[in-house]
């Protein structure tokens, strides 16, 4: 059986009392656009910095291709890395920068101004060569950043909230960038970020940690639509949770009580489990009239207008608080209004079920 790419076993860090990892544990695929989310504190840049070599573990192991570098300095790791700060030299123009790693490798000569000329090439560039750095704009300067860490042929791409220095446009032309170069290049890359729309955006595979821990690892289909626990239901952006009795099987539906309602969803529940039927705002229609299917009635509190799509505060049977959005062109969005009595409504396959 051939070993994954790179595998995490058991890591633990502590900091005086506080573990800033317990028990981490994951393997990392060849060529994947992986992504570690989670909110500050998470482990999820102490994860990056171990694997990197930056920081010594209390316990566990770091496994590169099956063989143990744990012990291993960063420099004999081969892993490229990106920091929020770029770590750039400002005395130096842009190809000195970028030809540094290959300085310190001992790689020169024609071969040396070849690979500098390529990748500059390749992150778009090549005209600003002999510039110094610290006349470059900040996006200009996250490309010399990546343009440095690639240039050597790293095993992989480290890069930690590379992103979050900038503004919003500037952050978005960025993630198309990168996710441009994670193709061209075709270098496995470890992104780690706070922002749930760029891991959504970016990532093959989504890592949500949450206090040292990891809660969930998936696509970002999976982790947005099938979220494990309500941390990560929440975190990855607005959640409805319904509270649930798991009824009875009907084929591969499952029936479930939310009070006196009857609510079916399209997954394997046992019966007797209670926990939360989780519904994303998007995933939620609402009507005048009661259809057919999955049905609670409610009134609407608060209407927050926000240019393509409204969203709706509602409270339904018991207090239940619960959030829809509705676009603009809906024909339902003009006659809506504070009190108003209505219908939240969904497919059987919308909501997901957890019990944790």
């Known amino acids: 059986m051939t070993a994954p790419f790179v595998k995490l076993d058991g890591l633990g860090k502590i900091y005086g009392r506080i573990a800033a990892l317990d028990d981490v544990s994951l393997t990392i695929r060849e060529g994947e656009f992986l992504t570690f989310l989670g909110p500050s504190g998470s482990g999820k840049s102490t994860t990056l910095m171990a694997l990197a070599g930056f920081i010594d573990l209390n316990r566990g192991r770091v496994l590169l291709e099956g063989r143990d570098i744990t012990g291993l300095p960063p420099e004999k790791r081969d892993f490229g890395v990106v920091f929020q700060g770029y770590a750039l030299f400002p005395h130096m123009t842009v190809a000195q920068n970028v030809a540094y790693p290959l300085k310190i490798r001992r790689v020169a000569g024609a071969e040396a101004d070849t690979r500098v000329r390529e990748v500059l090439e390749r992150v ?5 060569a002999d510039r110094p750095v ?10 010399v950043a990546l343009a440095r860490a690639l240039i050597f042929r790293p095993k992989m791409l480290l890069l930690d909230e590379p992103l979050s220095a900038l503004d919003r446009r500037l952050r978005q032309e960025m993630q198309q960038e990168l996710a441009r170069l994670h193709r061209d290049f075709g270098t496995t890359f470890l992104f780690v970020t706070h922002d749930q729309e760029e891991a959504l955006a970016l990532s093959d595979r989504i890592v949500v940690f949450n206090q040292g821990r990891v809660e969930q690892i998936g696509t970002p289909q999976e982790v947005y639509d099938r979220p494990a626990n309500r941390f990560v239901a929440n975190f990855l952006g607005d959640m409805n949770l319904i509270p649930v009795r798991a009824e009875a099987r009907e084929g591969d539906v499952t029936i479930c009580l939310s009070g006196t309602r009857r609510l079916r969803v399209r997954e394997e529940v046992a019966p007797g489990a209670q926990g939360w039927l989780a519904l994303r705002p998007e995933r939620m229609g609402l009507s005048e009239t009661q259809p057919g299917g999955n049905a609670l009635p409610a009134t609407v509190t608060t209407i927050t207008y926000q240019g393509t799509h409204l969203i709706l505060q509602l409270e339904a049977e018991d207090g239940l608080a619960l959030d829809a959005r509705l676009a603009v062109t809906d ?16 497919p059987e396959e919308s909501g997901h079920v957890m019990t944790e």
């Open 331 to 346: 024909p339902l969005a003009a006659r809506l209004a504070a009190g108003m009595a209505v219908w939240c409504h969904w």
């Open 134 to 143: 610290a006349r470059l704009s900040g996006g200009q300067q996250q490309r």
């Open 124 to 128: 778009g560039l090549a005209a600003m």
